[in-house]
Each structure stands twice: as C-alpha cells, then as structure tokens.
C-alpha cells in the first residue's frame, strides 16, 4: 500500500510539539523543589514525591487512551485536547504558589500529565504519514527534538 508523500507542516507540528514537551520538563523539573519551599511553604518531600509522580502516573495512564482514541478518531481531536488539558494544568500549577495550595499543585500536575500524554501521537502520526523510507530519520529526528528541548 503507497504512503502518502510527507507533508512538511503536517510532521513539523508533531516534532515541535515534542521538542515542547522535552523543555516543559527540562523547566520545570529542576524548579519544583524551590516552588513547593518559597511559594507553598511546604518543605515535606513527600508531598515532592507525589507532584512528581502525578505527572508522570497521569502521562502513563493516558498514553493508551490517547492511542485508542487517535486510531479510531484521527490525530486532530487527541492533540487539542491534550494541550488544553496541558495548558489548564500548567495554570492550576501556576496558580497554586499564589494561593499557596498543595492539592491546587496537584490537580495542575495530574493535568499537566494528560496534556504530556500527546507524546504517544507523535511517533504514531509520523509513521502513518512519511514515506516508508525516511520513518527511522523521522523517528529518530522526533527523539532528537525531545533532546533538544531538555
């Protein structure tokens, strides 16, 4: 079965998107330590352990759902939502130093992570448009520009 030809646009959304992903990490990570001290008062690392991992536990259990939902819907609908879930997490998390709330913190991770589960898309969309010839270079560019972005 022929492939259709690569769109340019159409696989530079995905990498960028990837490349995104990879600094929203890079940001955040090494600054979640000082916002729990400075800006929620909270020197407790278990409460670090749990923002950590609310991110990482919702990424994980939305990147199947994510990947159901792509096959059977396109990649269109999966992509907006995950970055309105991404972009309402970031502002929850935003707004818990403000309000000087944990569970606020919470809530923006867990969202955080929904969003961060259009990761999955990237790969999947760039193998089911590219030539069959350059999907490794495609893929391999993909993991690059999550590299670049951390």
Not at 25 to 46: A, F, G
Not at 86 to 110: D, K, N
């Amino acid at each position: 079965m022929d492939r259709p030809a690569v769109q340019r646009p159409g696989i530079r959304l995905p990498l960028f998107s990837t490349f995104l992903a990879g600094m929203q990490y890079s940001l955040v990570m090494p600054t979640i330590w000082e916002y729990m001290r400075i800006d929620m008062h909270c020197e407790n690392k278990v409460w670090l352990g749990v923002l950590v991992a609310a991110f990482t536990v919702c990424q994980a259990c939305f990147f199947p759902v994510m990947g159901v939902w792509s096959d059977r819907h396109g990649f269109r609908t999966p992509y907006c939502v995950a970055a309105t879930a991404g972009v309402a997490g970031g502002c929850l998390y935003g707004l818990a130093g403000f309000f000087h709330s944990l569970p606020l913190a919470l809530a923006g991770r867990a969202l955080l992570g929904i969003g961060g589960s259009n990761r999955t898309l990237a790969p999947a969309f760039i193998t089911r448009v590219a030539p069959a010839a350059p999907v490794t270079a495609l893929l391999a560019l993909n993991n690059g520009c999550s590299l670049l972005g951390v």
